[in-house]
């Protein structure tokens, strides 16, 4: 490929791509493929969704994404239909989005979604072309999944799959796609190297490295990349447990782990945990495919980082008891935050509704607010009470929990708060409030791992 650009100016004769799951990360990796200048179809399941984005709304919340999706649209570059064989005919590469949620009853990854959109655009693909996974997937999945293509494909083996798995954070989804630290480019072969580093030239230009590597090795560098994430926080967490019983402060201890290089401090900051569509399944999913293969051993550690994890927030529901005088009967609850962390309106595992719901099947009247994920958490929380802002939540409580750290939480003025609620109790559940300025302003803090 000769020229390139970052905007509106793709390699010459480009691919066409196709983005097969337009959620989270489909629908942002279709619109920053169009705004590079690729010409770009957007194929999902969901007819709600599909018309949502064709009409120029982003179904989620993203931070900078709603203004790339009007402007990719209106350049003609950006399609979305339901329309497979539209799909297989218009695509040359083609990226592989769909979710891979935790089995029920299982910690296995379901992949049902994965073999049904390559069952579905395989027989539509009469030349040759590049299937792309970009899923969270186990590993072993690319290789079984080749077969599967091959066979369908009316241009059999002349079809290939890759893997490149996606490290893209919710909230900050549009920079980690456009500037992500890392590509890791999973192939078979020179050619399937060759029209990736094409797809992503403009990405390349920027400077982020590419690693390349074969299938297995891609699928487990994002799960071990998790893993490490995961366990990094429950690390700090398990910390935390300690300094509970042992009359210490997690988060100076934190601070004075951080200024050691090697150990960094992102990550690293205690609290209620981790929670999400991609932690909390990925290393069960690890840890279910390690013992298929016979290595449970070497990751059972995994179990104990998720069991870390669950602890924080049964934990967090004893400090909200403790600070409502023993009982959570009858009382008030102020829980500020749904969204399983700031700048995203997911609330897959999210800590904070499971907390919400903790205290309220503990007896407590529990009114929710969060600035995005509100009407998330009420289609999958209906029984919990919503309030329209910070104030309305906290207004008579008896204590106020802090679960998702936003920055309308982490700055609202603790004398403007202390005004409206019935006494000034607040867990900390995030390390998030300046414990000195609530204590001058009268009111009793607490945090997890602190005294
Ligand atoms: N969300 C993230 O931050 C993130 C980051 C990195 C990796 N991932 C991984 O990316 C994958 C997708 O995650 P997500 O958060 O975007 O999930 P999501 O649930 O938001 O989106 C999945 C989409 O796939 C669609 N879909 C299901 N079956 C389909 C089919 N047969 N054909 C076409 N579309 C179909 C669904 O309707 C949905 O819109 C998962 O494997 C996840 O682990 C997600």
Redesign the pocket.
């Known amino acids: 490929m000769s020229e390139s650009g970052t905007s509106a100016a793709a390699p010459e004769a480009a691919p066409r791509i196709t983005v097969?799951?337009?959620?989270?990360?489909?629908?942002?990796h279709a619109i920053c493929m169009a705004v590079l200048g690729f010409e770009v179809l957007g194929?999902?399941?969901?007819q709600a969704?599909l018309d949502r984005l064709n009409a120029g709304q982003v179904?989620?919340f993203e931070p900078g994404l709603p203004e790339l999706l009007v402007k990719a649209l209106e350049s003609g570059k950006l399609r979305f239909t339901?329309d497979?064989a539209e799909a297989g005919a218009f695509g040359d590469v083609h990226f592989l989005?769909?979710?891979?949620?935790q089995q029920s009853g299982s910690n296995a990854?379901d992949l049902?979604?994965?073999e049904?959109?390559i069952?579905?655009?395989a027989p539509h693909l009469a030349r040759r072309a590049l299937v792309v996974g970009?899923?969270?997937?186990p590993v072993g999945t690319a290789a079984r999944l080749t077969g599967l293509l091959n066979a369908l494909a009316p241009a059999g083996e002349q079809v290939e799959l890759a893997w490149n798995?996606?490290?893209?954070?919710?909230g900050y989804?549009v920079e980690d796609t456009l500037r992500p630290d890392r590509l890791v480019f999973g192939v078979r072969s020179a050619w399937a190297e060759e029209r990736l580093r094409t797809v992503f030239e403009p990405v390349i230009e920027q400077g982020s490295p590419v690693v390349v590597t074969d299938l297995n090795t891609a699928e487990l560098v994002?799960v071990a990349a998790n893993s490490f994430l995961a366990t990094k926080i429950s690390y700090i967490n398990a910390m935390a447990e300690v300094c509970e019983v042992a009359g210490a402060d997690v988060h100076q201890l934190a601070d004075a782990l951080s200024y050691d290089t090697r150990i960094g401090g992102r990550f690293l900051r205690p609290g209620l945990g981790f929670g999400?569509?991609?932690l909390p399944?990925?290393i069960r999913a690890f840890a279910h495919r390690a013992e298929e293969l016979g290595v449970g051993q070497a990751v059972a550690f995994l179990h104990e980082v998720d069991a870390i994890n669950r602890r924080r927030r049964s934990r967090t529901v004893d400090l909200v008891r403790e600070l409502a005088g023993g009982s959570l009967e009858g009382a008030r609850i102020a829980a500020l935050g749904a969204a399983f962390k700031p700048n995203?309106d997911?609330i897959?595992d999210a800590p904070a509704l499971d907390v919400a719901r903790m205290l309220q099947e503990g007896g407590a009247a529990v009114r929710v607010y969060d600035p995005e994920a509100m009407g998330n958490a009420q289609r999958a929380y209906p029984s919990l009470e919503y309030a329209q802002s910070t104030l309305e939540a906290a207004r008579d409580a008896d204590v106020v929990v802090l679960l998702t750290e936003w920055t309308e939480f982490r700055e609202i003025d603790p004398e403007m708060l202390g005004a409206v609620v019935a006494q000034r109790k607040v867990v900390d559940g995030r390390h998030a409030l300046d414990p000195a300025a609530y204590r001058a302003a009268g009111w009793e803090y607490r945090a997890l791992g602190r005294p």
Do not use: I
């Open positions: 097969l799951g337009t959620g989270y990360l489909g629908a942002t194929v999902d399941v969901d969704k179904p989620f339901s497979y989005c769909v979710g891979t949620p990854a049902r979604y994965v049904s959109a069952t579905a655009l970009k899923s969270t997937v798995p996606e490290f893209l954070r919710e989804a994002k999400g569509g991609c399944k990925d995203s997911d897959r």
